[in-house]
């Protein structure tokens, strides 16, 4: 790619006006990960020739990972204009209303893509992936089998399949399919180690290397299997997100944790590596391993435990609840599951409760701003860093009585640790075809019923936390 771009802005350098070559160039540098530049290339490209199809498709699926996605629905439109029976403009412009949720929409043209060409594999897996959003599992299946006849190398339609029977409780299946999300670029980059990859084999006598990958979020829940690893293996490293090396070295003493090394392809002191996602596909098949297990499995240190006591105890008398309310990357895609402060008001007004809060990243004028509003405090010290302080924040959470947040990391964290956990919003494959997350036997589910919104169900856990004795 490197090379690619080069010869590129060689040609650039004997005719600076010629579209083609800034599309391809472009092409270059998204494949590099360059998105920015990308982008400036490609608008370089449809400035110099409006005319230039490609260079509009290419421009809106840029704009749509840049979530600008009304720009991004325009770029295809044009592109659409100027080449109505091209099967991949169709595509692209349904991939960009799918980014926008409008499932229904995008669907009718993938189904247009198809009927001019019946063989494309991605808009077969990308109607699968909008059916599947609108309720029809067993025809996504169905269109993930079709693509993968027709490409059955093509990685995001392994992965989707895989999540797919995740989510109706076919495990087994399921974990070989999300064995693709690196290959499919759904979990960001794969690392390399020098070292055969485990697939499950005995451990016996072998020094394991197992590292963290996507979210810390992920990365937790995950986390639930390193001792099963550890039991079986002479040793074990773990390398993770430093935020969480304390905490995971406290709760893992039988392993050495620690970040990344600088060269992450050379680990002298393992013979095997595995992501630690990976885990799942040898020690959870089948529903029944989840049995039994633990209600916490992470330590947190009980000298900031006992500082925190005194701190939490000084608030008052009440039910003490830490909050969480959305993610830090909220995306179009991501917005509907999670909550904007404004809308707890329920919750505010729920008698004898002490609310702290647990959102992390920039959300300070949200809480004043709630505060003043409902005229409710929600406590918080300006001494813990909630973004990386993941040790003292366990800390806290201990003398929590119950926390409430969406799909994060802080509902991750707080469960882990054996906290009772409310978890708001929709299901997702992490229940593995159940009514729980039986990850943790320390969450309840309060999902929508009945085309309730978020709202609604913030209201519903309001009638229930009014109910719980203080």
Same mark, same amino acid.
């Given at each position: 790619?490197?090379?690619?771009?080069?010869?590129?802005?060689?040609?650039?350098?004997?005719?600076?006006?010629?579209?083609?070559?800034?599309?391809?160039?472009?092409?270059?540098?998204?494949?590099?990960?360059?998105?920015?530049?990308?982008?400036?290339?490609?608008?370089?490209?449809?400035?110099?020739?409006?005319?230039?199809?490609?260079?509009?498709?290419?421009?809106?699926?840029?704009?749509?990972?840049?979530?600008?996605?009304? $720009? #991004?629905? @325009?770029?295809?439109? *044009?592109? +659409?204009? &100027?080449? =109505?029976?091209?099967?991949? %403009?169709?595509? !692209?412009? /349904?991939?960009?209303?799918?980014?926008?949720?409008?499932?229904? $929409? #995008?669907? @009718?043209?993938?189904? *247009?893509? +198809?009927? &001019?060409? =019946?063989?494309?594999?991605? %808009?077969?897996? !990308?109607? /699968?992936?909008?059916?599947?959003?609108?309720?029809?599992?067993?025809? #996504?299946? @169905?269109?993930?089998?079709?693509? +993968?006849?027709?490409? =059955?190398?093509?990685?995001? %339609?392994?992965? !989707?399949? /895989?999540?797919?029977?995740?989510?109706?409780?076919?495990?087994?299946?399921?974990?070989?399919?999300?064995?693709?999300?690196?290959?499919?670029?759904?979990?960001?980059?794969?690392?390399?180690?020098?070292?055969?990859?485990?697939?499950?084999?005995?451990?016996?006598?072998?020094?394991?290397?197992?590292?963290?990958?996507?979210?810390?979020?992920?990365?937790?829940?995950?986390?639930?299997?390193?001792?099963?690893?550890?039991?079986?293996?002479?040793?074990?490293?773990?390398?993770?997100?430093?935020?969480?090396?304390?905490?995971?070295?406290?709760?893992?003493?039988?392993?050495?944790?620690?970040?990344?090394?600088?060269?992450?392809?050379?680990?002298?002191?393992?013979?095997?590596?595995?992501?630690?996602?990976?885990?799942?596909?040898?020690?959870?098949?089948?529903?029944?391993?989840?049995?039994?297990?633990?209600?916490?499995?992470?330590?947190?240190?009980?000298?900031?435990?006992?500082?925190?006591?005194?701190?939490?105890?000084?608030?008052?008398?009440?039910?003490?609840?830490?909050?969480?309310?959305?993610?830090?990357?909220?995306?179009?895609?991501?917005?509907?599951?999670?909550?904007?402060?404004?809308?707890?008001?329920?919750?505010?007004?729920?008698?004898?409760?002490?609310?702290?809060?647990?959102?992390?990243?920039?959300?300070?004028?949200?809480?004043?701003?709630?505060?003043?509003?409902?005229?409710?405090?929600?406590?918080?010290?300006?001494?813990?860093?909630?973004?990386?302080?993941?040790?003292?924040?366990?800390?806290?959470?201990?003398?929590?009585?119950?926390?409430?947040?969406?799909?994060?990391?802080?509902?991750?964290?707080?469960?882990?640790?054996?906290?009772?956990?409310?978890?708001?919003?929709?299901?997702?494959?992490?229940?593995?075809?159940?009514?729980?997350?039986?990850?943790?036997?320390?969450?309840?589910?309060?999902?929508?019923?009945?085309?309730?919104?978020?709202?609604?169900?913030?209201?519903?856990?309001?009638?229930?936390?009014?109910?719980?004795?203080?």
């Amino acid at each position: 790619l490197a090379e690619a771009e080069a010869c590129h802005r060689a040609a650039l350098a004997r005719g600076g006006d010629r579209a083609p070559i800034w599309n391809n160039l472009a092409n270059a540098l998204s494949r590099q990960g360059r998105a920015a530049a990308a982008l400036t290339a490609w608008q370089r490209a449809v400035l110099l020739d409006p005319a230039l199809p490609e260079g509009w498709s290419n421009l809106g699926g840029g704009l749509r990972d840049a979530e600008r996605l009304d $720009e #991004a629905e @325009r770029a295809h439109r *044009r592109a +659409l204009r &100027l080449m =109505p029976d091209e099967p991949q %403009a169709n595509n !692209n412009f /349904g991939h960009a209303l799918q980014a926008r949720l409008r499932h229904t $929409e #995008a669907a @009718r043209w993938f189904r *247009r893509a +198809l009927t &001019l060409d =019946p063989g494309y594999a991605a %808009a077969l897996c !990308n109607l /699968g992936l909008a059916v599947q959003r609108l309720g029809d599992g067993g025809l #996504a299946e @169905r269109l993930y089998g079709w693509a +993968l006849r027709v490409a =059955p190398d093509l990685a995001l %339609a392994h992965f !989707n399949r /895989g999540l797919l029977r995740l989510e109706r409780g076919a495990l087994a299946e399921g974990w070989a399919g999300y064995g693709w999300r690196f290959a499919s670029g759904q979990a960001g980059g794969a690392r390399q180690p020098r070292m055969p990859a485990w697939r499950g084999e005995d451990l016996a006598g072998k020094r394991m290397l197992i590292w963290g990958e996507q979210g810390v979020g992920d990365t937790i829940l995950f986390s639930s299997l390193c001792a099963e690893a550890i039991a079986r293996a002479r040793s074990v490293v773990i390398e993770t997100d430093r935020r969480l090396g304390p905490l995971f070295a406290r709760s893992f003493p039988a392993a050495l944790v620690r970040p990344p090394m600088p060269d992450a392809a050379t680990v002298p002191d393992c013979d095997l590596h595995t992501p630690i996602g990976s885990l799942a596909r040898v020690f959870r098949r089948e529903l029944s391993a989840f049995a039994g297990a633990a209600g916490g499995w992470l330590v947190p240190d009980p000298v900031r435990v006992a500082l925190w006591r005194e701190r939490v105890a000084a608030l008052g008398p009440g039910l003490r609840v830490g909050i969480g309310w959305r993610s830090a990357l909220m995306t179009e895609s991501r917005r509907a599951a999670y909550s904007r402060l404004d809308q707890w008001d329920a919750l505010f007004a729920v008698p004898g409760v002490v609310f702290v809060n647990l959102q992390y990243g920039a959300c300070e004028a949200e809480r004043v701003a709630a505060e003043a509003r409902f005229a409710v405090a929600i406590h918080r010290w300006d001494d813990l860093d909630l973004t990386d302080d993941f040790d003292g924040t366990a800390a806290l959470m201990a003398n929590l009585d119950l926390v409430i947040a969406p799909a994060t990391a802080v509902g991750e964290l707080a469960a882990a640790l054996g906290v009772p956990v409310w978890r708001f919003g929709g299901r997702d494959w992490t229940q593995l075809g159940s009514a729980v997350r039986p990850w943790f036997a320390a969450q309840r589910l309060f999902q929508p019923q009945g085309g309730e919104d978020i709202p609604g169900v913030l209201r519903r856990m309001a009638r229930q936390l009014a109910r719980c004795p203080i």
